[in-house]
């Protein structure tokens, strides 16, 4: 284990939690710590939630509400979770309430899961109508505690009555989170190419150069070396150093490489060590299809699942779903129709479907898919009919394609009708009226559904995307094609009668994320693009010329995602085929933005392809990096240079474990790996009835700004590279979405198609410097 950039509290328990973090123990050791959120009331009333429909009133700055007459004290609760404790320690609770007549209120702390046994406290407390502050102290269990707990007050038990909170207040020593970080040699645990690069890093206090070796399984020596010393990485706050071991070309399981008395992870280095991830990224992809029945046949064994969101019981499903009530800050807008917006995929953890982040997923399938027809150095039948887990191999189609479709036709229904207002448009996206627990399998989902106002982002994906499909199905399916291409150039018009219908960034409901753009301009280059890539049509080239982002540098350090896709449209016009005036111009702009990106990675001591310029890790900082890969891997593509496919290959090495906690982000791949993603079905942690998430499920990566209540307890004051933890709940560093997964498909299908050098142009994208 090396050490943590942040507070680090001893003696430690010899304990390992599923998150792979061991906790800090001891009775009374530390300083006292506030472990409530928002106890005060000040910032509303999150985190604390309540049952029983009580709806919570803070505007007199406590927590108040009515409870309502039910039989048993659980009945009514409202309370607090994520609490972590140490074992064998003593905490100090405190509150004041009042009710407006005489009742009795129970205090209760316990695992979230009654997985401890009996609550740590629990007391029957007598509360008057006037306010009334009461403590209590307790002793948590000399044993392993679960990593979640709770504090709630049970309100019920009688009739009803109206009770106000306030100044509740849990205090004692912080449980305190290490990370299992595994060796201090950091590699790619999944393995590398043979004569691709091979790097790794080393976490040492070492500062001069150090022996290291290559080990095979029997510990035999199959090459050696010397570190290079790179000093204190940004990142991490490490001391690390280096390890280049790329001329060693010939094909090994099991290795390791050995410094000293530590060895590394073993690791294969093997041709087709991305030919299993190709596959497992884009069968994600089925496995969140909503609207039909999951064929565990297909899907792999414990992935079955009834079919979400089709109106059968309790679910009240996406076959007739009405739009959102009136709100004001849509100006009174809602509609009076409804639409079937079954099908499509669930976006992330929860039962959302979005047309902008679905928009950029589907699209980056397609492009996987016609990168396959014009690149060089690839598989050309790599991505063919019967290569995917999806259920209609055999049918003559790519596998990619009928995967792309399944969210494609979700798309086309999201369009608003023909004589209805904003005809033409698109429903910015579709979800609960309010959020769900965890775990729930899509087909428990109870609650209703409303459609969001359209918006010009969602309308203008739309645009994009079905130009897009309209010229890769034109011969496969020329009905479809047809189809495509008219629901896009409606979707065109649409958006310029309507260029700021723009999606708020607090729409007046919950249960879904907003996914706000107020800025489209990049989505009508990005639609303008595609159209004129399709269509070939003088107007839409002139738009795409009009555009002040079509001489505009659009490849950043911070990546490009569904919120800014300029780079999409760039990408596809430098590299699928058309009579472009300033296409040569625009593909060195690619290999320029490629240029800056490879050497702000030649900085990195863990091989990343990201360097925010404000050196805080982004929410999904791993799509960041991957997305920067797809823009290197184009620019490999248009140039055949060596130096852009070693670059894409050391920017996975990062994801599949070499970076400072030793962690492949990439679910069933190295070691040690991310298998606890926030999600509400892919929750094994919570229910050991449901599956964890599928091998190669991306992690959205470690996060600066740590919004959940879990990592904001456990991570603070974090460098970039440790904010991240593997815990269901952390849903700002550790949730899974579609977009996330399309990037690494993207990429993993890059990496794949290199396999031995042996589909590259010349003298093979191999060559070592």
């Not at 565990?296 to 699942?305: L, W």
């Not at 039962?351 to 598989?379: C, F, M, P, W």
Request: glycine share 10%.
């Amino acid at each position: 284990m090396v050490r943590t950039p942040w507070r680090i509290v001893a003696p430690l328990v010899a304990m390992t939690l599923a998150t792979g973090f061991l906790p800090a123990a001891g009775a009374a050791v530390g300083e006292e710590e506030e472990l409530l959120v928002n106890g005060t009331f000040d910032a509303g009333s999150k985190p604390w939630w309540t049952n029983a429909g009580m709806a919570p009133d803070v505007s007199a700055g406590e927590l108040c509400f009515d409870v309502p007459a039910v039989a048993n004290p659980w009945g009514a609760i409202v309370g607090q979770n994520d609490l972590a404790f140490r074992p064998a320690t003593e905490y100090t609770l405190s509150f004041t309430a009042r009710a407006d007549r005489a009742v009795t209120i129970r205090p209760v702390v316990q695992s979230t899961d009654g997985s401890a046994g009996a609550a740590y406290l629990t007391r029957s407390t007598p509360v008057g109508t006037g306010p009334t502050t009461t403590t209590y102290t307790f002793v948590t269990p000399d044993q392993e505690l679960p990593v979640s707990n709770t504090l709630h007050f049970q309100l019920g038990g009688g009739g009803a009555y109206g009770v106000c909170l306030d100044d509740v207040s849990l205090t004692g020593p912080a449980f305190e989170y290490v990370p299992e970080t595994g060796p201090a040699v950091k590699v790619n645990q999944a393995g590398y190419l043979p004569h691709g690069p091979k790097a790794a890093t080393m976490v040492t206090a070492e500062t001069t150069p150090q022996r290291w070796s290559l080990e095979s399984a029997t510990g035999k020596v199959l090459t050696r070396g010397f570190t290079r010393p790179r000093g204190t990485d940004p990142s991490s706050g490490e001391r690390v150093q280096t390890i280049n071991f790329s001329s060693y070309t010939r094909s090994a399981r099991d290795v390791r490489l050995v410094v000293g008395d530590v060895s590394s992870h073993p690791f294969d280095i093997d041709a087709d060590v991305y030919q299993s991830l190709r596959a497992d990224s884009m069968a994600f992809f089925y496995t969140n299809r909503s609207g039909t029945p999951i064929d565990g046949a297909v899907a792999g064994s414990g992935y079955a699942r009834a079919a979400g969101h089709v109106g059968a019981s309790p679910n009240q499903g996406d076959v007739s779903v009405p739009c959102q009530e009136p709100r004001a800050w849509m100006d009174g807008w809602t509609c009076d129709y409804t639409l079937d917006v079954t099908g499509g995929w669930y976006d992330a953890g929860d039962h959302g479907k979005y047309v902008v982040n679905g928009g950029i997923s589907t699209h980056q399938l397609l492009t996987a898919y016609e990168r396959t027809l014009y690149a060089d150095a690839v598989d050309r039948g790599a991505l063919a009919d019967s290569t995917l887990r999806v259920p209609e191999r055999g049918n003559g189609v790519p596998d990619i394609l009928d995967e792309a479709r399944w969210n494609l036709e979700f798309m086309l229904k999201m369009q608003v009708p023909d004589g209805e207002p904003l005809a033409g448009m698109a429903h910015h996206k579709v979800h609960d009226v309010e959020w769900t627990g965890l775990p729930m399998l899509p087909a428990a989902d109870p609650k209703a559904r409303a459609l969001h106002r359209p918006s010009t982002a969602a309308t203008l994906n739309l645009a994009a995307v079905a130009a897009t499909g309209a010229r890769l199905w034109s011969e496969i399916d020329p009905a479809f094609a047809e189809k495509l291409l008219q629901a896009s150039t409606t979707a065109y018009e649409a958006a310029r009668a309507h260029p700021a219908l723009f999606a708020p960034r607090a729409d007046g409901e919950s249960g879904g994320g907003p996914y706000a753009d107020s800025d489209v301009s990049d989505e009508f280059y990005w639609a303008a693009a595609e159209l004129y890539l399709t269509t070939g049509a003088a107007r839409y080239q002139r738009d795409v010329a009009a555009s002040p982002l079509h001489r505009a540098d659009v490849f950043s350090g911070d990546g490009f995602y569904w919120g800014s896709v300029a780079a999409l449209a760039r990408l596809d016009l430098a590299t699928v085929p058309s009579r472009l005036p300033d296409r040569g111009r625009v593909r060195r702009s690619v290999v320029a933005g490629a240029d800056r990106l490879v050497a702000l990675q030649e900085r990195e001591a863990f091989g990343q392809t990201y360097t925010p310029s404000d050196g805080r890790y982004a929410w999904g900082s791993n799509s960041s990096m991957l997305n920067n890969q797809v823009v290197i891997a184009t620019a490999f593509d248009i140039t055949g240079r060596a130096t852009y496919a070693r670059s894409v290959l050391q920017g996975l090495d990062y994801l599949l474990g070499r970076n400072v906690l030793g962690t492949s982000y990439v679910t069933g791949y190295g070691t040690v790996y991310a298998q606890n993603q926030h999600s509400r079905w892919y929750a094994h942690s919570l229910d050991p009835r449901l599956p964890a998430p599928p091998r190669g499920t991306v992690a959205g990566g470690p996060n600066s700004s740590i919004q959940d209540p879990v990592s904001g307890a456990w991570l603070e004051g974090c460098l970039p590279q440790w904010c991240y933890v593997d815990d269901i709940r952390a849903w700002a560093v550790n949730e899974i979405t579609i977009n996330w997964n399309s990037s690494l498909a993207w990429v993993a299908s890059f990496a794949a198609d290199l396999g031995d050098g042996s589909a590259s142009r010349g003298s093979g994208w191999y060559a070592h410097p």
